[in-house]
């Protein structure tokens, strides 16, 4: 066999299947569901050949400084198949979520950032002898800061040559080892320390174990709940009698019954089961709702609207039991007043950064629907995507909707998140059609939840930038009228900033009258998608977080505009920007949210301390406020005391995107904070800072899950769930008392109504929620292991031979006296296990 220093490369490729010249690449996707599959002058194919290449990644250590360290990590890349790598002439491309060093690596290579962003490369440089078939490459690299978590793993690796350059090869056989040696796992003192299972233990003791009827029969807690003495027995589903105005309820009401009684014992009488509009006693939230249940008169909800009413039913199904096989239902004599704490209690979803299908938008509607969650923030664009069809823009979703490999780019997005070089990827590119999104909105305004489309601006805009330059570039090269009609950047522009993501060129330009065409066109037709579903668009989300610091300040548009409109600095101009931005929202009857920065002051320096802008405290803004980093803990207070609405979104309680802890196996990014589920209990919104007016002005909490990490609808399930049922319980019920013994009574009663009722229902009703099952707490006391978990409820099994526990494994029932390692985990009613915990008992 020919060593790899004397294979063409041309040969090489040819080897590894491409087609000689031609270009490997599949067609952009066409709306959710396929991605289109098209042959034409450019040779496109739509699978792009698998490369025969084992490729491991691993920490080699962390080394820690005065600085606080850096991490040695090492590609490990095997030829196979008989194929090798040549001297010269390839790329080993890959995602870095949080960059790494750039520069000459041993073993004469060199690693280099492609483009701005997360993609990076190997190369041979002069010297390399290549790689035989079979035998080991190890390329070691360097990351600037030490790498805690896995989400800053290499991503969507896969292999270029230059003989092809279009031409994109996948590596498939690709695996992420998990650190487990001191020096993989080294930390500072004090910082990222790693969660041991006695540590779990003790926290999991903070809670007691109740017995199910000491649980609240309704989650979340409601208002008021008065129980009665006796039991309401159903042998066949009540007869649902409605007033006008409720049709979904109803039909919500039927279906509900349906499955919980598919047959019905017809003989009896059926018992009433009344749905009406009416005034909730001293209840003024359209949300309010009484239930009633009783022997003498059925059971009645009466909603002061039809999302009271919609409310009430959440509630009603929360006391049935659990599926079963039993004949009979029996509900408990009660009355219930109940009304939400806050207005808005919300969710923010991303597909953006990782495209989900609709079905998966539609799973997460239900999910928010059961648990009276009401505003879903939609994250639909970003750098990374464009995943809304906008009529007259096509480009936003033929190139802004799509990622993968490229040469030239006006083609499309480049592969980021882990998205690889596929254009047909179903996560890194898709997008939802019109009737997607109508589609969207009306399912969720059967479950009356209200979609806040949130449309990015003027930074994180890279998707919507790249595709109206290419749109322009179109239109020059054929002659059209128009191409700079709906522009976004100023080709002089020579500022120099990057974005927290690593993007220069990512921002809209406010010098440009097409930025604002442009925003219009959006605007305009996003409204009409809204009109034609019969659902109002009340405001939409325009962005306005992380404009770096020197955008626009070289751009001679913008310095022209400033001059014309004598604006002294960019900060006056960013304040224009906001300021054309809410006149093309009001002319569309919206007002205005965004991210905190949106009602922020711009300040000349980097990281300086926020200050509310006083120009737009009177517009009826609707600020968001994710940043209580060190310097802006109670900037979301001194918002609302300056006179702006405020959506609490805080990173260190309620982005859920954030891993619950440090240890390697936990999933999610950690660069806010670390989340665990009573993180989000615990969060208090109504800080002592707050005025009696700044009080008003919170219109309630949000939490988000941005996507980057996610590349399926389990890692979603997981990070979301069940976290967002302490959300649900914090932004519907009032506050835990702060005195030690009342916040243990009301955790205690969270997680077992959780482990007890909550999960369990959803574990038999759906079964296709893969939340999160944290490992068991476990201590060695008196020479037993004793085994406890944060949801009381879960099933324990356990292990003594090493091995990992499965649903046939014993059940913990008590302390284990077994010696050697201890192996446990805790179990849903499907049987899915959760992590696993380990301890040795000698």
């Known amino acids: 066999m020919k060593t790899a220093s004397r294979i063409s490369v041309a040969a090489l490729a040819l080897a590894f299947g491409a087609p000689g010249h031609a270009i490997a690449e599949a067609a952009q996707p066409a709306g959710t569901a396929q991605a289109a599959r098209t042959e034409g002058k450019t040779g496109m194919r739509t699978a792009p050949a698998v490369a025969p290449v084992k490729l491991r990644w691993e920490i080699v250590r962390n080394e820690l400084g005065a600085q606080g360290g850096r991490t040695r990590a090492r590609l490990s890349v095997t030829p196979l198949n008989g194929q090798s790598l040549p001297a010269q002439g390839w790329a080993l491309y890959f995602n870095c979520m949080d960059g790494v060093t750039a520069g000459p690596l041993a073993g004469n290579l060199v690693l280099e950032k492609v483009v701005g962003g997360s993609l990076f490369r190997v190369r041979p440089a002069a010297g390399f002898k290549g790689l035989p078939a079979g035998q080991t490459l190890n390329i070691d690299y360097y990351y600037p800061n030490l790498l805690i978590k896995m989400a800053s793993a290499p991503a969507g690796p896969y292999l270029v040559f230059d003989a092809a350059p279009e031409v994109a090869y996948a590596i498939t056989d690709f695996k992420q080892e998990l650190p487990a040696r001191e020096e993989q796992l080294k930390r500072p003192a004090g910082r990222d320390t790693l969660v041991t299972t006695q540590d779990t233990y003790r926290r999991n003791a903070r809670a007691d174990v109740l017995p199910a009827s000491a649980l609240p029969p309704v989650f979340p807690t409601p208002l008021q709940l008065r129980t009665g003495s006796g039991k309401v027995q159903l042998a066949r589903p009540p007869q649902v009698i409605s007033g006008p105005g409720l049709q979904y309820e109803t039909a919500f009401a039927r279906a509900l019954f349906a499955r919980y009684m598919p047959q019905g014992d017809t003989s009896h009488a059926a018992v009433p089961l009344r749905l009406r509009i009416g005034a909730v006693d001293a209840q003024s939230s359209p949300e309010a709702y009484e239930l009633s249940i009783s022997g003498d008169d059925g059971i009645n909800i009466t909603g002061n609207t039809a999302a009271g009413v919609a409310r009430g039913l959440q509630s009603l199904h929360d006391l049935l039991p659990l599926p079963s096989d039993a004949a009979q239902i029996e509900l408990p004599e009660l009355d219930v007043t109940d009304a939400p704490r806050f207005a808005y209690r919300g969710f923010q979803l991303d597909v953006a950064r990782n495209f989900q299908p609709k079905d998966v938008v539609f799973k997460t509607l239900d999910l928010m629907s059961a648990y009276k969650l009401n505003k879903l923030h939609f994250h639909i664009t970003d750098d990374e995507g464009w995943r809304l069809e906008i009529a007259g823009l096509p480009e936003l979703t033929s190139i802004g909707a799509v990622r993968g490999h490229y040469t030239k780019e006006d083609q499309r997005l480049p592969p980021t998140y882990g998205s690889g070089p596929r254009v047909d990827d179903p996560h890194g590119s898709g997008y939802y059609t019109r009737a997607d999104y109508i589609d969207i909105l009306r399912y969720a305004a059967a479950r009356h939840i209200e979609v806040i489309p949130e449309i990015e601006m003027p930074g994180h805009a890279r998707a919507a930038v790249k595709a109206m330059e290419a749109r322009y570039h179109r239109m020059k090269a054929a002659g059209e009228q128009g191409a700079d009609k709906y522009l976004l950047n100023d080709f002089d522009d020579r500022s120099v900033y990057r974005s927290p993501q690593e993007y220069t060129d990512h921002v809209m330009n406010p010098g440009l009258e097409s930025s604002y065409a442009f925003i219009e066109q959006v605007v305009a037709q996003v409204a009409a998608m809204h009109r034609e579903a019969g659902v109002s668009l009340k405001t939409m989300h325009v962005g306005g977080d992380e404009l770096p610091h020197g955008a626009w300040e070289k751009s001679p548009l913008s310095r022209a505009l400033m001059q014309k409109e004598k604006l002294a600095s960019t900060a006056d101009l960013w304040d224009y920007f906001y300021n054309r931005v809410d ?129 399926d609808a389990s890692r979603l399930d997981y990070l979301m769930m069940p976290r967002l049922l302490a959300v649900a319980e914090r932004a519907w019920a009032p506050d835990p008392a702060l005195s030690a013994a009342s916040h243990r009574a009301a955790w205690s009663a969270f997680v077992n109504t959780l482990g007890q009722r909550v999960l369990p229902r959803l574990d038999l009703e759906r079964g296709d929620v893969r939340y999160r099952i944290a490992p068991p707490g476990m201590v060695v006391e008196g020479g037993k292991v004793l085994v406890n978990h944060v949801l009381p409820g879960l099933t324990l099994r356990y292990t003594t031979d090493g091995t990992t526990p499965t649903v046939r494994s014993k059940p913990v029932t008590g302390p284990i006296a077994a010696k050697g390692v201890i192996q446990a985990a805790a179990f849903d009613r499907t049987g899915r296990a959760g992590l696993v915990a380990r301890i040795v008992n000698r």
């Open 583 to 711: 006149g093309i929202l009001r002319k569309h009857g919206m007002f205005a949210s965004g991210w905190e920065e949106m009602g922020a002051r711009r300040s000349d320096k980097e990281r300086a301390q926020q200050l509310p802008n006083p120009r737009f405290t009177q517009r009826g803004f609707s600020l968001y406020v994710w940043n209580n980093t060190p310097g802006n803990e109670d900037f979301a207070y001194r918002l609302a005391n300056a006179g702006y609405d405020i959506v609490l979104a805080p990173v260190t309680n309620m982005y859920l995107d954030m891993a619950a802890n440090p240890n390697p196996e936990e999933p999610g990014v950690n660069w806010g904070a670390y989340v665990e589920l009573e993180t989000v209990f615990d969060f208090q919104p109504m800080g002592a800072a707050l005025t009696d007016a700044g009080r008003r002005r919170i219109r309630g909490i949000e939490a988000t899950l941005f996507s980057e990490t996610i590349r």
